[in-house]
């Protein structure tokens, strides 16, 4: 019947009088390179969207302490301040003055590279955020993942496996309970929910953003009478704050996803510890 | 009319398969694992060694300025202190300064006096042996001189009659007498 959602909205609602709403297949746009192949064949815009980015934060920061003025002009001082949130704040604060150090540069990387790309969904012409497709926030997540690993393990040997399955002070039936689901919860559920939870509220974030689009052309070019006309100009104003809400989601879940990146890094470092 | 588009709503809905959200598309992983390792090591290699440095440079820069600071301020401190010592060395100098000038002084004052009391002391004896000199020369030549004139003015009034040069040494010698006692009773007087 239909193909992959590639046909236009207004053009089924105009064939069929019905309201259609945004699919997720909607958000799969096709590819650039080759121009217009199907998504999922070629170079597409989620692609470009990360290497733009990279490129934009190497920039701007590299820009913003080219001087590296003692007396901070305002650029300057904007990019410290941002460079001091991440590693005061998520480092120092989480992973402790004796520890930090080394962590700051990832840090550093995973919040800003999850900024960037999550407010891309708020630019228009850009107007997707990269993680909300599932690809990218699985990479990020698994590269977090084998870092926490390999990082218990380097410092702790074999012995991390039993530091991060088996609960301490715990009575001895228990474990048989506990064990099975501390290790489902630390190296399966971990890097899904740290991924997912990214790439969910993305894609949410974004479907409302298509949805009051689509809903609001829908109500004003679609249906006749001045009252659907003012019902979707209504769903153009409401989605203003939406467009907010959506910001201080963008923000948010780059904080949450780099602070929770530190969290599991402590708790290799301090495996024994807890 | 909403019933049927809520009804169609929701016939589209089930008619086909939508996307599943879930499944990676893995060339936009790729991408975006290569794009975050390259960030990484441009942040690793450039940036955070650059926002690292400003701050260390700016501590340092704090920090050596109090120093800075601290040093000036003893500095000055003991400048103050030595001048303040200096003030009163020099104070204690002067008074002593003061005390020997006007101990000197006071001594010249009496060298001076005493020598000044000594030169006239020596001035009047000078003064009255020469005077004692010149009357007793005085005297010595006025008691020859008075003696002739009187006699010659005597012979001259008396003529002839006194030629007699014993009588008249004799009579000269008793007029002398007499001034001698009438002039030392006067000095007696006096």
């Known amino acids: ?274 | 009319m909403g019933e049927h588009m809520i009804s169609t709503t929701l016939i589209r809905a089930t008619e086909y398969e939508d996307a599943n959200p879930l499944v990676p598309n893995p060339w936009e992983a790729a991408v975006a694992a290569i794009g975050f390792i390259v960030l990484f090591i441009i942040v690793v290699k450039v940036i955070a060694p650059r926002f690292e440095q400003s701050y260390q440079n700016r501590v340092e820069a704090i920090e050596g300025g109090i120093n800075q600071a601290e040093e000036a301020k003893a500095e000055a401190e003991a400048l103050k202190a030595e001048y303040e010592k200096q003030l009163a060395d020099s104070r204690a100098e002067a008074s002593k300064i003061r005390e020997e000038a006007r101990a000197e002084g006071a001594q010249l004052v009496s060298e001076a006096q005493e020598k000044a009391a000594a030169e006239g002391a020596r001035i009047r004896e000078q003064a009255q042996a020469q005077i004692e000199a010149d009357r007793a020369a005085a005297a010595a030549s006025l008691k020859s001189e008075v003696g002739t004139l009187a006699t010659q003015l005597a012979s001259k009034i008396v003529g002839e009659a006194l030629e007699d040069d014993a009588r008249s040494s004799r009579v000269v010698d008793r007029f002398l007498a007499d001034l001698d006692a009438e002039q030392q009773t006067q000095g007696a007087a006096q």
Do not use: C
């Open chain 1, 1 to 274: 019947m239909r193909g992959p959602a590639l046909s236009s909205l207004a053009l089924s609602a105009a064939e069929e009088g019905g309201f259609q709403p945004p699919t997720i297949s909607e958000t799969h746009l096709p590819d650039i390179l080759p121009w217009m192949a199907p998504w999922g064949t070629g170079f597409g815009k989620n692609m470009l969207m990360v290497i733009l980015a990279v490129v934009l934060i190497t920039w701007l920061f590299s820009f913003a302490i080219r001087k590296q003025a003692l007396v901070p002009s305002r650029g300057q001082y904007l990019a410290e301040s941002a460079y001091g949130f991440v590693r005061n704040t998520m480092g120092r604060d989480i992973l402790g003055d004796k520890h930090f150090r080394p962590w700051i540069p990832l840090l550093f990387t995973v919040f800003f590279f999850v900024l960037f790309n999550n407010l891309f969904g708020a630019i228009p012409g850009l107007q997707m955020p990269t993680f909300s497709h599932a690809g990218p926030a699985y990479a990020l997540a698994g590269i977090i993942w084998i870092t926490w690993i390999v990082l218990g393990f380097k410092l702790h040997g074999a012995k991390f496996m039993k530091l991060m399955t088996v609960p301490s002070g715990v009575p001895k039936p228990l474990l048989l309970i506990l064990t099975p689901l501390e290790f489902l919860s630390n190296f399966i559920i971990r890097p899904l929910t740290h991924s997912l939870r990214l790439m969910a509220v993305m894609l949410a974030g974004h479907i409302i953003v298509m949805l009051a689009g689509s809903g609001a052309e829908f109500l004003i070019a679609q249906q006749e009478g001045i009252a659907n006309a003012g019902l979707g100009v209504a769903v153009l104003i409401g989605s203003i704050p939406l467009y907010f809400l959506e910001l201080i989601m963008m923000v948010l879940q780059a904080f949450v996803f780099a602070l929770l990146t530190a969290i599991y890094i402590q708790g290799s470092i301090e495996a024994d510890a807890h």
